[in-house]
């Protein structure tokens, strides 16, 4: 079974790291990207076919749920 694809949308340099860092050690998942804002996040999903997209949900730009109704 191919790895699961994760992309990480976390406006915190330290947060998105450490969880860049700490998913990248588990055999299943496949971080192919980690973007600091929801606009960047939304077109690096699409373009590198994400299976998940771990988004904060926070004040700072679109984050989280609002970045893009389907995700």
Known sequence: ??????VII????????ALARLMAKEPDIEVVAAADDGQTGVSLTERLQGHIVRAADGPTGTLGHASHPNL
Request: aromatic share 8%.
């Open 1 to 6: 079974m191919p790895p699961i694809r994760l």
């Open 10 to 17: 976390e406006d915190q340099y330290l947060v998105r790291d």
